[in-house]
């Protein structure tokens, strides 16, 4: 698992998913297929990931492909960091 | 017309057998497919016991399979009973036991979750697995699990079930301030009265596109799904991949050319804040309906200026009353003023009281009661409940009839439309779902090391409203945040889990030895702050 995966899963299990069977959820477990994704917390996912890893998430890349696993989302943090 | 609920999809398979009922992830059921599929589904659940007059509960993800479900537990003869397919096992079986459903309609990946939930028993004969793909799934208390090719292969010709219009359709589960969810009994006369006018007053008809966001145990669904039936419209069912996504709801949307949506405002004010709207194609959009919580003016305002030629009403109505008062919203608002919930529809009566049960004069403030065609037959058992709920009310010189008691403060104004003023109680909206603080306090107090706790509901612009939990602990040290949110989860509901916990040492009071809610209500007045259990750098 990689640092950025680290994080946003450590934030996942701890402030969103409320699940005890998520203790050990793996980068490649799906979140959206599972249900387990509401707006709110995608909302909260998207903030935290701006202020823990210092970059911007535009509107428009808030979409299921880039949040399908814990994975996902580190791709799109480290896409960002890049400037991509 | 008919006078049941799914002899809607009836006359619409027969007056247009081959125009699209139902559109969902690039597949579409045409109304004969709809008709027949639901006749079928309907004969195997009588095949398995299910009787007319009996409750069936849908606990599943939204799917075209979901839609054919519910018709067909209506052309059983018995009610559907949709349970928020975000909520716990836990809170399935309060209901299913509850109401005593013969049959539950889900699907195989969520199977597993139910053997211990109902390992002591159920009140269900048989499961239904509403997916077409074949699955091979764990059994629920030895019941037997019922596939969709079963389903499939029972005879499609009608049902031939004789049922009333007052019998029940649906029940609909609303959050309870003692703890405990109710179940709202609503009848087919109920919904087709609302139905009926919503259907003429914004003229749907078969070319019409109808979003359908609402899940089906919000009764917002209610007029995306018979509404559109009636009409021989084509019904978009959102896709639960794409539902929590705001900017890929607002694309989906636009490019399906969908022309009626009927949403939350926290649903639009999302699509409009984070989901890039402005830059989409609204020329499709032909009515847009709201209702559940207050629309901030300010975004219906910019909504208004997307898309100037649709058509905009505010519909406001417990799930008691279905939807009891409309404003149709004909230019854009010019102050902040906050919109009124309008008059009441041609079916119901709108009564402003005082304590005393008396009309207060126009412009003085009172409590909402509503008697009419769409108020609810009752809580299921729960007569004491009902009978509170549902009181006589002298509406002139001997004339009296049962009306609902809303819990809603409002005054009529001098143009006749009530204005909103609040609660009488501590139910509040968030993200357009109705919620008793009591209900989440009630789960809190279950906990072991909990003494006290008190929730509240922080203003929030775009989702009305969030939630706080404030809790003193048997120890006075805090828990741990997450472990507390965890065991809220585990009976309510995703959107009741207070998103943060504060610990505190004691509570703030009132001169009355109440909680003081307003002082807990602002930081700056914390007493004995306790520091966050949390990990924060």
Same mark, same amino acid.
């Given at each position: 698992?990689?640092?950025?995966?680290?994080?946003?899963?450590?934030?996942?299990?701890?402030?969103?998913?409320?699940?005890?069977?998520?203790?050990?959820?793996?980068?490649?477990?799906?979140?959206?297929?599972?249900?387990?994704?509401?707006?709110?917390?995608?909302?909260?996912?998207?903030?935290?990931?701006?202020?823990?890893?210092?970059?911007?998430?535009?509107?428009?890349?808030?979409?299921?492909?880039?949040?399908?696993?814990?994975?996902?989302?580190?791709?799109?943090?480290?896409?960002?960091?890049?400037?991509? | 017309?008919?006078?049941?609920?799914?002899?809607?999809?009836?006359?619409?398979?027969?007056?247009?057998?081959?125009?699209?009922?139902?559109?969902?992830?690039?597949?579409?059921?045409?109304?004969?497919?709809?008709?027949?599929?639901?006749?079928?589904?309907?004969?195997?659940?009588?095949?398995?016991?299910?009787?007319?007059?009996?409750?069936?509960?849908?606990?599943?993800?939204?799917?075209?399979?979901?839609?054919?479900?519910?018709?067909?537990?209506?052309?059983?003869?018995?009610?559907?009973?949709?349970?928020?397919?975000?909520?716990?096992?836990?809170?399935?079986?309060?209901?299913?036991?509850?109401?005593?459903?013969?049959?539950?309609?889900?699907?195989?990946?969520?199977?597993?979750?139910?053997?211990?939930?109902?390992?002591?028993?159920? +009140?269900?004969?048989?499961?239904?697995?509403?997916?077409?793909?074949?699955?091979?799934?764990?059994?629920?208390?030895?019941?037997?699990?019922?596939?969709?090719?079963?389903?499939?292969?029972?005879?499609?010709?009608?049902?031939?079930?004789?049922?009333?219009?007052?019998?029940?359709?649906?029940?609909?589960?609303?959050?309870?301030?003692?703890?405990?969810?109710?179940?709202?009994?609503?009848?087919?006369?109920?919904?087709?009265?609302?139905?009926?006018?919503?259907?003429?007053?914004?003229?749907?008809?078969?070319?019409?596109?109808?979003?359908?966001?609402?899940?089906?145990?919000?009764?917002?669904?209610?007029?995306?799904?018979?509404?559109?039936?009636?009409?021989?419209?084509?019904?978009?069912?959102?896709?639960?991949?794409?539902?929590?996504?705001?900017?890929?709801?607002?694309?989906?949307?636009?490019?399906?050319?969908?022309?009626?949506?009927?949403?939350? +405002?926290?649903?639009?004010?999302?699509?409009?804040?984070?989901?890039?709207?402005?830059?989409?194609?609204?020329?499709?959009?032909?009515?847009?309906?709201?209702?559940?919580?207050?629309?901030?003016?300010?975004?219906?305002?910019?909504?208004?200026?997307?898309?100037?030629?649709?058509?905009?009403?505010?519909?406001?109505?417990?799930?008691?009353?279905?939807?009891?008062?409309?404003?149709?919203?004909?230019? +854009?608002?010019?102050?902040?003023?906050?919109l009124p919930i309008g008059k009441a529809c041609p079916y119901d009566e709108v009564l402003v009281l005082d304590e005393s049960l008396k009309p207060v004069p126009t412009g003085a403030a009172g409590e909402l009661w509503v008697r009419g065609a769409t108020v609810m037959r009752g809580y299921w058992g729960r007569p004491e409940r009902t009978a509170l709920a549902l009181q006589p009310i002298e509406i002139a010189p001997g004339v009296t009839d049962l009306a609902y008691r809303t819990g809603d403060l409002v005054r009529?104004?001098?143009?006749?439309?009530?204005?909103?003023?609040?609660?009488?109680?501590?139910?509040?909206?968030?993200?357009?779902?109705?919620?008793?603080?009591?209900?989440?306090?009630?789960?809190?107090?279950?906990?072991?090391?909990?003494?006290?706790?008190?929730?509240?509901?922080?203003?929030?612009?775009?989702?009305?409203?969030?939630?706080?939990?404030?809790?003193?602990?048997?120890?006075?040290?805090?828990?741990?945040?997450?472990?507390?949110?965890?065991?809220?989860?585990?009976?309510?509901?995703?959107?009741?889990?207070?998103?943060?916990?504060?610990?505190?040492?004691?509570?703030?009071?009132?001169?009355?030895?109440?909680?003081?809610?307003?002082?807990?209500?602002?930081?700056?007045?914390?007493?004995?702050?306790?520091?966050?259990?949390?990990?924060?750098?």
């Open positions: 698992m990689t640092a950025t995966e680290s994080a946003i899963r450590d934030f996942l299990v701890n402030e969103v998913l409320y699940d005890r069977d998520l203790k050990d959820l793996k980068p490649e477990d799906p979140l959206i297929a599972r249900g387990l994704l509401d707006s709110l917390s995608i909302l909260k996912t998207v903030t935290f990931c701006e202020e823990r890893f210092g970059i911007t998430v535009p509107d428009q890349d808030v979409l299921p492909d880039h949040f399908e696993s814990v994975r996902a989302i580190a791709a799109l943090v480290d896409r960002r960091r890049a400037g991509g | 017309m008919g006078t049941l609920l799914p002899h809607l999809v009836t006359e619409s398979a027969a007056r247009f057998p081959e125009r699209p009922a139902l559109v969902m992830d690039g597949r579409t059921l045409s109304y004969a497919g709809l008709e027949s599929l639901s006749n079928r589904f309907a004969g195997s659940l009588a095949g398995h016991g299910v009787r007319p007059g009996d409750r069936v509960a849908l606990w599943l993800p939204r799917s075209i399979e979901s839609v054919v479900a519910l018709y067909g537990v209506m052309k059983a003869g018995a009610a559907y009973v949709p349970v928020d397919p975000g909520a716990p096992p836990a809170r399935l079986a309060y209901i299913a036991r509850d109401c005593a459903v013969s049959g539950l309609v889900t699907v195989a990946a969520r199977t597993a979750a139910l053997e211990e939930t109902f390992a002591a028993g159920a +009140p269900m004969r048989a499961v239904w697995l509403a997916e077409e793909a074949p699955v091979e799934a764990p059994r629920v208390a030895g019941l037997p699990n019922v596939t969709w090719a079963e389903a499939g292969a029972e005879s499609d010709a009608a049902p031939g079930i004789r049922a009333l219009e007052g019998d029940l359709a649906y029940i609909l589960y609303t959050s309870g301030s003692t703890g405990e969810p109710k179940g709202v009994m609503l009848s087919h006369r109920n919904a087709l009265a609302f139905v009926e006018w919503a259907g003429d007053v914004f003229q749907v008809t078969h070319e019409d596109r109808l979003a359908n966001h609402a899940p089906f145990h919000f009764d917002l669904s209610t007029f995306d799904l018979f509404a559109g039936a009636r009409a021989g419209a084509a019904v978009y069912p959102l896709s639960p991949r794409i539902a929590s996504f705001p900017a890929a709801v607002a694309r989906q949307w636009c490019s399906d050319r969908l022309t009626v949506w009927y949403a939350t +405002p926290s649903t639009l004010v999302l699509m409009l804040t984070r989901g890039g709207l402005e830059d989409l194609d609204l020329g499709a959009l032909r009515v847009l309906l709201f209702a559940g919580e207050v629309f901030p003016v300010k975004y219906l305002r910019e909504l208004m200026r997307l898309a100037p030629r649709a058509r905009y009403a505010n519909l406001y109505g417990p799930t008691e009353t279905n939807v009891c008062t409309w404003l149709e919203v004909a230019k +854009p608002p010019e102050d902040d003023r906050p009529v104004q001098g143009d006749g439309n009530l204005e909103f003023l609040g609660r009488r109680d501590h139910q509040v909206k968030t993200r357009g779902y109705r919620v008793e603080l009591g209900e989440i306090e009630t789960v809190l107090h279950r906990h072991p090391a909990v003494d006290e706790a008190v929730v509240l509901a922080i203003p929030d612009d775009e989702v009305t409203h969030r939630l706080r939990a404030v809790v003193v602990t048997k120890s006075g040290v805090a828990l741990d945040e997450a472990a507390l949110r965890q065991h809220c989860a585990e009976s309510l509901p995703r959107y009741m889990v207070p998103e943060a916990i504060e610990f505190r040492r004691q509570l703030p009071r009132t001169s009355s030895g109440k909680v003081d809610r307003r002082a807990l209500a602002q930081p700056q007045t914390t007493l004995n702050p306790e520091p966050r259990s949390s990990d924060e750098t």
